[in-house]
Antibody
Framework: EVQLVESGGNLVQPGGSLRLSCSAS????????IHWVRQAPGRGLEFVSA????????YYADSVKGRFTISRDNSKNTLYLQMSGLRAEDTAVYFC?????????WGQGTLVTVSS | DIVMTQSPDSLTVSLGERATINCKSS????????????LAWYQQKPGQPPKLLIY???TRESGVPDRFSGSGSGTDFTLTISSLQAEDVAVYYC?????????FGQGTKVEVK
């Protein structure tokens, strides 16, 4: 069974940093691109970042470019999102998603709250 | 970025009746080399992550009831629930995966009358 489990969400002050993790199981992690998608409270879905299967290629939404860094450790079946310079508008549930063009499998999400 | 626009924003339908959600993209998501539309539909219930319903605009994901169907091509797409069930109450999103960044419609909330 494919599983994606996010962790690392927390309450953080504006300007602060946080690292999210996504632990994968049930499939060959190193064969798939993985994306981060977020959802602000009561709002819609927003693409955040993507990384290729081998980690060589990354992509960021304009709203997080220069502040967030996506990475992966295929030996540990784990995806990361390093977030810095956090703003109130980054408050959201962050989902990791296995991508096959469309989004096949989603984690349950981890909540990031940016507030003083 | 490709802008995805759904209509309506919300929909109230009686049990057993048809629900229709429209999705329009700001540019074509039909890839001419393979004649596939890079368009997916997701269902999200409260407190849950989205669930894939339809991909390639009309291919139903395994396990999805056949009352859900997708249609359309190019820039105009439709998700139809042929006979609404109580468990179909949710927010539905369309998404293009023609290019990155992947973009979503704003969502359509489906409720029971």
């Amino acid at each position: 069974e494919v599983q994606l489990v996010e962790s690392g969400g927390n309450l953080v002050q504006p300007g602060g940093s946080l690292r999210l993790s996504c632990s994968a199981s049930g499939f060959t992690f190193s064969s798939y691109p993985i994306h981060w998608v977020r959802q602000a409270p009561g709002r819609g879905l927003e693409f955040v970042s993507a990384i290729s299967s081998n980690g060589d290629s990354t992509y960021y939404a304009d709203s997080v470019k220069g502040r967030f860094t996506i990475s992966r450790d295929n030996s540990k079946n784990t995806l990361y999102l390093q977030m810095s310079g956090l703003r109130a508008e980054d408050t959201a549930v962050y989902f990791c998603v296995r991508e096959f063009g469309h989004y096949e499998y989603w984690g349950q999400g981890t909540l990031v709250t940016v507030s003083s | 970025d490709i802008v995805m626009t759904q209509s309506p924003d919300s929909l109230t339908v009686s049990l057993g009746e048809r629900a229709t959600i429209n999705c329009k993209s700001s540019q074509s998501v039909l890839y001419s080399s393979n004649n596939k539309n890079y368009l997916a539909w997701y269902q999200q219930k409260p407190g849950q992550p989205p669930k894939l319903l339809i991909y390639w605009a009309s291919t139903r994901e395994s396990g999805v009831p056949d009352r859900f169907s997708g249609s359309g091509s190019g820039t105009d797409f439709t998700l139809t629930i042929s006979s609404l069930q109580a468990e179909d109450v949710a927010v539905y999103y369309c998404q293009q995966y023609y290019n990155t960044p992947r973009t979503f419609g704003q969502g359509t909330k489906v409720e029971v009358k």
